[in-house]
């Protein structure tokens, strides 16, 4: 197999994700039954928890199914409130707050024991011609098959952190840091004695092609897969690795801001251009931009988490 290949194995690690992202409609509720009501389940995240990118991508689905034919996702905002419990099935509530002549909005609550996880409001706009620009993908960036992919540095795992990588190996996604992960160990630059950089580049695609072609469950699964990325420029920056994560050094996300300019196919390698502009009182600011392998920029991204570091 060469490097440009992905692994196929476990050969149903995409399956699984797909069967948790395919909801069950139930009844709709509410004083009025304006709300629209869909269920789905969940699977394992790295710290023995709902993933918060698999409750987004289910938000994103659950209002998809609500909105007219031909409209896609072009933006949202969501809050992560609670932890989501593995063994609850998720309802997710949309409300239909507006539909116009080409944009839509809704927002959902993803709720476990009659109390949101998660909350998001999004908007979604038929196709539509228009002026475009965009910021070019950075120069001289080595293509993915020069990149190590993380699933050969997990490969030979400390035991006590085997568990918790398990989100890793055993992953729909297959990623590959350009100058290395910081799955088992800081950026180089602090073996050195130097400054790590709070930036970052990441490909990312998954292990095998998509047969659900839909941009609308492509741009769910970009959703999903961002949110394991988007913190770690701020833990490189900080000069710790994710075996330091939930240990030493508490982390959870907050919010999610996510912008979708152009078609995307998940299953295509994707550059992730990333950066922490800042971190403060416990929180940092993690952000992205996603292009394709030829240069276009499909979406943007923003998100806050908690990072318990000393001052």
Not at 6 to 26: G, K, N
Not at 203 to 217: D, G, I, S
Not at 226 to 249: F, I, T, Y
Not at 296 to 310: K, W
Request: proline share 8%; glycine share 8%; with cysteine.
């Amino acid at each position: 197999m060469d490097a440009t290949t992905p692994d196929p194995t476990p050969p149903d690690a995409l399956d699984r994700l797909l069967e948790v992202l395919d909801l069950r409609h139930l009844e709709g509720w509410g004083p009025r039954g304006e709300e629209d009501v869909l269920r789905g389940d969940s699977m394992p995240g790295p710290a023995n928890r709902a993933y918060g990118g698999q409750v987004l991508a289910q938000a994103i689905l659950a209002a998809d199914r609500t909105v007219p034919e031909g409209r896609l996702i072009h933006s949202l905002h969501g809050y992560f409130l609670r932890e989501g419990r593995l063994e609850e099935p998720i309802d997710f509530a949309v409300e239909r707050l507006r539909d116009g002549r080409s944009f839509s909005a809704r927002r959902t609550h993803a709720i476990q024991f009659g109390k949101p996880i998660l909350s998001m409001i999004a908007s979604f706009q038929e196709d539509q011609p228009g002026y475009e620009h965009a910021m070019p993908m950075p120069d001289d960036v080595p293509p993915p098959d020069e990149v190590g992919s993380a699933f050969d540095e997990l490969a030979s795992l400390p035991e006590a952190f085997a568990a918790r990588a398990q989100f890793w190996t055993d992953s729909a996604f297959e990623l590959r840091h350009v100058g290395g992960s910081l799955y088992l160990r800081p950026d180089a630059a602090v073996a050195h004695g130097g400054t790590p950089p709070a930036t970052q580049l990441v490909w990312m695609r998954t292990r095998r092609p998509l047969e659900n072609k839909e941009q609308a469950m492509h741009r769910a699964l970009l959703a999903f897969a961002c949110d394991q990325l988007m913190l770690e420029p701020a833990l490189r920056a900080a000069g710790k690795s994710w075996q330091d994560a939930g240990a030493s050094v508490p982390m959870a996300s907050l919010d999610h801001g996510m912008w979708w300019h152009r078609d995307v196919r998940v299953d295509e390698w994707m550059l992730f251009v990333q950066s922490s502009p800042s971190a403060q009182g416990g929180r940092a600011l993690g952000t992205a931009k996603v292009y394709t392998q030829d240069g276009a920029l499909v979406a943007s991204a923003g998100q806050e988490g908690m990072i318990r570091l000393p001052a």
